[in-house]
C-alpha cells in the first residue's frame, strides 16, 4: 500500500476506475454544463468522504478514478454521485426547482474496475483519453 488512509479501526488503500455515461450516450457534456459537473463531482465526493484521485469529463461519458472509503460500496457512491448530480443539472439548466417527474440525465449502468497497483497507469490513461479518442477517430475516418 502506498498510501493508506484511516478510519478509528481500518487502514485501506481503495481506488476504482469508475466510467458512466449520459443517457443514450448524447453528447451533452461540454461547456458550462462541463464546467458545472466538475464542481458538483468534487462536492458530492467530499460529502462521502471520497477522493476524486483523476477525473475527466469527455462530452459523451465520464471517466474518474475514486478513493472510495470501506464503509460505503462503490454502487453507493456512483448512485449518489449520479442521483445528485442529475438533480443539479435539471435545477441549473433546465428550470426544474424539484427533478420527482423521472427525469434522469445518466444512463442506467456503469463500469468499474480495482485500480490496485496500476494506480499511475490508470490515471494516465484517464488524462490522456480524449487524446486517445480523438486519434482512434482519426484513424477510423483515415485522416
Not at 70 to 76: D, E, H, M, T
Request: glycine letters at 8%.
Amino acid at each position: 500500500m502506498r498510501d493508506p488512509k484511516s478510519l478509528s479501526h481500518t487502514r485501506w488503500d481503495c481506488k476504482y476506475h469508475i466510467v458512466f455515461i449520459p443517457k443514450k450516450r448524447r453528447k451533452l457534456i461540454f461547456g458550462v454544463i462541463r464546467k458545472h459537473l466538475g464542481d458538483v463531482f468534487h462536492e458530492l465526493a467530499r460529502q462521502k468522504g471520497v477522493v476524486i484521485e483523476e477525473g475527466h469529463l469527455m462530452p459523451d461519458h465520464v471517466h474518474m478514478c475514486l478513493s472510495i472509503p470501506p464503509k460505503f460500496s462503490v454502487s453507493n457512491v456512483v448512485g449518489f454521485i449520479k442521483g445528485k448530480s442529475a438533480i443539479s443539472i435539471a435545477r441549473q439548466f433546465k428550470g426544474r426547482q424539484k427533478n420527482f417527474n423521472g427525469e434522469a440525465f445518466w444512463a442506467r449502468g456503469y463500469y468499474v474496475s480495482t485500480v490496485g497497483l496500476d494506480e499511475d497507469m490508470i490515471k494516465e490513461y484517464i488524462r490522456n483519453q480524449e487524446k486517445n479518442d480523438i486519434h482512434r477517430a482519426q484513424l477510423k475516418f483515415g485522416m
